[in-house]
């Protein structure tokens, strides 16, 4: 899934990082989990990974990633559709099969709809939003007949929402569509599933990451990757969260030009300059573990005076370092009169720390 700070291409740097430091077990707390790209390869590198968002849809994911069991059963379902064969597999061909079914999706964030045709929403094409609508709908049918269990709803939810960014007419964020059909947003929407990587079987959290924290005593590892700009993820992801959100217990209020729904109770203060270094010394005094590794941008919003000082104080003064990666930056946008980056790459640091 493409998205703001997606760390995909820096698992490399982590894991050697963690190697070098001697961190190579146990329990990794993963507050910020986003895509769940880290939780992931924590799994897969043998950490048993406690993921975590404010978001449900990355709650989802992180679901998906680390806490769903390998072969969730699907037999009751299988047998109800009259699939040849009983998996998961035979499942997701099943949902790629489906015929279109407008409904919220076509309605709101497609021009063939009448809400997205007056605001002028180009988000998918009309025959991607209706199939969308028609996945999405038979996962929530499915769910509440008990067809399927919530590992194997979670699982197919995840693909479907990795499956529309895949065709979804943007830059990569929700904040804006393109004005024209982009090739990708032309492809038929196909659901793949995701990885679901080797290792002990961790567990998902929906909640804001000082909840997670102090939820999670005693870890190994609490490895940091919050927001470092000013760009708030419920705005910026919007779409993806209704997906995961559904829309089937009541009418869903959606504003403004891009069909924003409410999400006053899902600003990060870590996104507030104001705020997020205060937010940083609160997370760091309430977590109990032995090391501590931050993942941040060379442009984010905390200075790094403030991260060396709040690390050090947390923990052996002397094993505090920081590690330095050049990486070309993930543009959502071009250069504009309003906006210009301050060049392609872009250096991202892990501070780490350990209390042990």
């Known amino acids: 899934?493409?998205?703001?700070?997606?760390k995909t291409r820096l698992l490399g740097f982590i894991r050697r990082v963690l190697r070098a430091r001697g961190i190579w077990s146990g329990v990794a707390v993963d507050p910020f989990s986003g895509t769940a790209s880290v939780a992931r390869a924590l799994k897969r590198w043998?950490?048993?990974?406690?993921a975590g968002d404010i978001m449900e849809y990355g709650y989802v994911l992180a679901r998906a990633a680390v806490a769903v069991s390998d072969a969730p059963a699907v037999g009751a379902l299988a047998s109800h559709l009259r699939l040849r064969h009983p998996g998961l597999p035979a499942v997701l061909r099943h949902l790629n099969r489906l015929p279109p079914r407008p409904a919220f999706?076509?309605?709101?964030?497609?021009?063939?709809?009448?809400?997205?045709a007056l605001a002028g929403r180009m988000y998918f094409t009309p025959d991607n939003a209706a199939r969308i609508d028609a996945v999405r709908t038979a996962l929530h049918d499915w769910r509440a007949a008990r067809l399927v269990d919530d590992d194997a709803h979670d699982l197919l939810l995840a693909a479907l929402i990795e499956a529309a960014d895949r065709v979804a007419n943007?830059?990569?964020?929700?904040?804006?569509?393109?004005?024209?059909?982009q090739p990708n947003a032309l492809r038929p929407l196909t659901l793949r599933l995701p990885p679901s990587p080797a290792g002990p079987r961790g567990c998902a959290y929906r909640a804001d990451a000082l909840t997670l924290v102090r939820a999670r005593p005693g870890c190994e590892l609490l490895y940091l990757d919050p927001p470092y700009n000013n760009r708030q993820?419920?705005?910026?992801?919007?779409?993806p969260e209704v997906l995961a959100l559904g829309w089937f217990d009541g009418?869903?209020?959606?504003?403004?030009?891009?069909?924003l729904i409410a999400d006053a109770h899902k600003r990060s203060d870590w996104s507030s300059s104001r705020r997020c270094e205060a937010a940083l010394e609160e997370l760091v005094a309430a977590a109990d573990c032995r090391h501590i590794v931050m993942s941040y941008n060379a442009e984010g919003l905390i200075p790094e005076p403030t991260i060396e000082r709040v690390l050090r104080a947390a923990g052996r003064r002397a094993s505090y370092r920081r590690y330095r990666r050049s990486y070309r930056r993930y543009r959502s946008d071009a250069d504009s009169e309003t906006r210009r980056y301050r060049g392609?790459?872009?250096?991202?640091?892990?501070?780490?720390v350990d209390r042990a």
Not at 46 to 50: I, K, P
Not at 233 to 239: D, E, N, P
């Open 1 to 6: 899934m493409r998205y703001l700070g997606n």
């Open 46 to 50: 043998g950490f048993t990974v406690a």
């Open 105 to 116: 999706i076509h309605e709101h964030y497609s021009p063939a709809g009448h809400a997205g």
């Open 170 to 181: 943007t830059t990569g964020v929700y904040a804006a569509f393109v004005k024209s059909w």
């Open 233 to 239: 993820y419920a705005g910026y992801y919007h779409i």
């Open 251 to 259: 009418p869903v209020p959606l504003r403004g030009k891009t069909g």
């Open 344 to 352: 392609d790459l872009v250096d991202e640091y892990l501070y780490c």
